[in-house]
T-cell receptor, first 115, second 115 residues
Framework: AQKVTQAQTEISVVEKEDVTLDCVYETRDTTYYLFWYKQPPSGELVFLIRRNSFDEQNEISGRYSWNFQKSTSSFNFTITASQVVDSAVYFCALSDENTGNQFYFGTGTSLTVIP | DADVTQTPRNRITKTGKRIMLECSQTKGHDRMYWYRQDPGLGLRLIYYSFDVKDINKGEISDGYSVSRQAQAKFSLSLESAIPNQTALYFC??????????????FGPGTRLTVL
């Protein structure tokens, strides 16, 4: 069965610190996709990144970076030099071909960046 | 204008009342979804539709029904609302892409309170 675990419920960091949000997933499919979404205090869900199971190359986008490791079934998200605007709930999600485009979301990690 | 809109944005109703949440999209996507978000539980799938004639139950469909009136419109109904249906409801869309790779785009959410 598909499952996404975000063990960190809440994290607080001081501005400019680096922070890593963990995501561990389970799937029996060999073809699958992983996603990160951001939910700021205003409530909307903002798409951040998609990664497919065949591409383990890490990705960097500005202060954001993602580390995908199939060996540990993890897709972790690091924010470098955090800012107050990074305060949000972050969700990791999984979809695979066996279930079409159904998304399985983790329970989210609430990040607070303290100025 | 937003690509995915939801009405109403906020609703307070009483136990036993029938209520409908509406979702419209201008993205031209075939696939539409309804989720509910509860604190600490992440997003859970209620119903999804791959086209106007294809509607499927999600993880937590009991107590809900849906109608896909057109490609652009997908409504969620609570026939007889109960307090534990108090939650934040999201509509999402995705394109009919190859496999499960396509990300979902979310509406702004409807906050429903059942007294």
């Amino acid at each position: 069965a598909q499952k996404v675990t975000q063990a960190q419920t809440e994290i607080s960091v001081v501005e400019k610190e680096d922070v890593t949000l963990d995501c561990v997933y389970e799937t029996r499919d060999t073809t699958y996709y992983l996603f990160w979404y951001k939910q700021p205090p205003s409530g909307e869900l903002v798409f951040l990144i998609r990664r497919n199971s065949f591409d383990e190359q890490n990705e960097i986008s500005g202060r954001y970076s993602w580390n995908f490791q199939k060996s540990t079934s993890s897709f972790n998200f690091t924010i470098t030099a955090s800012q107050v605007v990074d305060s949000a709930v972050y969700f990791c999600a999984l979809s695979d071909e066996n279930t079409g485009n159904q998304f399985y979301f983790g329970t989210g990690t609430s990040l607070t960046v303290i100025p | 204008d937003a690509d995915v809109t939801q009405t109403p944005r906020n609703r307070i109703t009483k136990t036993g009342k029938r209520i409908m949440l509406e979702c419209s999209q201008t993205k031209g996507h075939d696939r539409m979804y309804w989720y509910r978000q509860d604190p600490g539980l992440g997003l859970r799938l209620i119903y999804y539709s791959f086209d106007v004639k294809d509607i499927n139950k999600g993880e937590i469909s009991d107590g809900y029904s849906v109608s896909r009136q057109a490609q652009a419109k997908f409504s969620l109904s609570l026939e007889s609302a109960i307090p534990n249906q108090t939650a934040l409801y999201f509509c999402a869309t995705s394109d009919l892409g190859a496999g499960a790779e396509v990300e979902q785009f979310f509406g702004p959410g409807t906050r429903l309170t059942v007294l």
